[in-house]
């Protein structure tokens, strides 16, 4: 134990409710805090801060940081609001030991322990906070890359790939994993590539379209593209892309048509009963 967690643990009455209720007057978002695990993440904090002090990198610290860090941030709460939260221990701390610490030295090294404990944990917190921050937002990207690269199994033999949005490297090598994994599983003859839904078509992307297609070529599967307008003809021309090779139609009901037809298939009404 240090002269910090002594003096914060004898005071603990003083500094814990008066620390809420400054809190959620100060920072509204704290007025929404469950206020069941408030005061005890409150007074796991006030153990935390001597720890902090004496060593910032103890694992005591970047557990509760840890901690915290997941009831707030699915919360909502913002970076600033729990360092200001963070910052406002010393507002009522500090007052405490001038009223209670004769010595003046003593005072003075209470209150450098203190703000050292604050600027650490702050600190540790803020490294963390961002840390799982960019998580989040990596696992929201790979759920988004999933949502926007279905493969559908349209029929027998024939699964279709609607490409929506920027098709960069990264994208590129998951549509390719995602569709060759189908068509091995599926067995299918025939791909139907629908790159409507992308906005710019260049030679990057157009060259990822053709290693797909390749690749897919490789386990015996027939590739169309489709979503062939005018102007994306007249841009792949002009971009120098030969996809004469390639099987193109200009919209989804076009390349299932011709699709049926490579496969031997006709769509015929149904006769009526008289």
């Given at each position: 134990?240090?002269?910090?967690?002594?003096?914060?643990?004898?005071?603990?009455?003083?500094?814990?409710?008066?620390?809420?209720?400054?809190?959620?007057?100060?920072?509204?978002?704290?007025?929404?805090?469950?206020?069941?695990?408030?005061?005890?993440?409150?007074?796991?904090?006030?153990?935390?801060?001597?720890?902090?002090?004496?060593?910032?990198?103890?694992?005591?610290?970047?557990?509760?940081?840890?901690?915290?860090?997941?009831?707030?941030?699915?919360?909502?709460?913002?970076?600033?609001?729990?360092?200001?939260?963070?910052?406002?221990?010393?507002?009522?701390?500090?007052?405490?030991?001038?009223?209670?610490?004769?010595?003046?030295?003593?005072?003075?090294?209470?209150?450098?322990?203190?703000?050292?404990?604050?600027q650490n944990v702050g600190l540790v917190f803020?490294?963390?906070?961002?840390?799982?921050q960019v998580a989040l937002v990596e696992k929201?990207?790979?759920?988004?890359?999933?949502?926007?690269?279905?493969?559908?199994?349209?029929?027998?033999?024939?699964?279709?790939?609607?490409?929506?949005?920027?098709?960069?490297?990264?994208?590129?090598?998951?549509?390719?994993?995602?569709?060759?994994?189908?068509?091995?599983?599926?067995?299918?003859?025939?791909?139907?590539?629908?790159?409507?839904?992308?906005?710019?078509?260049?030679?990057?992307?157009?060259?990822?379209?053709?290693?797909?297609?390749?690749?897919?070529?490789?386990?015996?599967?027939?590739?169309?593209?489709?979503?062939?307008?005018?102007?994306?003809?007249?841009?792949?021309?002009?971009?120098?892309?030969?996809?004469?090779?390639?099987?193109?139609?200009?919209?989804?009901?076009?390349?299932?048509?011709?699709?049926?037809?490579?496969?031997?298939?006709?769509?015929?009404?149904?006769?009526?009963?008289?």
């Amino acid at each position: 134990m240090t002269p910090l967690y002594d003096f914060i643990q004898a005071h603990l009455d003083e500094i814990l409710e008066p620390y809420l209720a400054l809190v959620k007057e100060r920072i509204p978002r704290y007025g929404q805090a469950d206020p069941e695990t408030f005061p005890e993440n409150t007074r796991r904090m006030l153990e935390v801060l001597p720890l902090a002090a004496a060593d910032p990198r103890a694992s005591e610290v970047a557990g509760y940081v840890d901690h915290l860090i997941e009831q707030r941030l699915p919360a909502g709460f913002q970076l600033t609001d729990i360092l200001e939260a963070i910052f406002h221990y010393k507002d009522l701390i500090i007052p405490l030991i001038w009223e209670h610490e004769p010595q003046p030295q003593r005072r003075r090294d209470l209150v450098d322990a203190l703000l050292e404990g604050i600027q650490n944990v702050g600190l540790v917190f803020a490294r963390h906070f961002v840390d799982q921050q960019v998580a989040l937002v990596e696992k929201q990207r790979l759920a988004m890359l999933e949502l926007s690269t279905p493969v559908i199994n349209v029929w027998d033999g024939i699964l279709a790939l609607p490409l929506i949005g920027t098709i960069d490297t990264y994208r590129a090598r998951q549509i390719m994993d995602e569709l060759l994994g189908k068509i091995a599983a599926q067995r299918a003859a025939i791909v139907l590539l629908d790159i409507t839904g992308v906005p710019v078509v260049d030679t990057n992307v157009a060259d990822h379209l053709i290693k797909t297609i390749r690749a897919a070529e490789l386990l015996g599967a027939r590739c169309m593209l489709v979503g062939i307008g005018p102007e994306l003809a007249q841009t792949v021309v002009s971009l120098g892309v030969d996809l004469r090779s390639i099987a193109s139609t200009a919209d989804m009901r076009q390349g299932l048509n011709l699709a049926f037809q490579r496969l031997g298939l006709e769509v015929v009404p149904k006769e009526r009963d008289q």
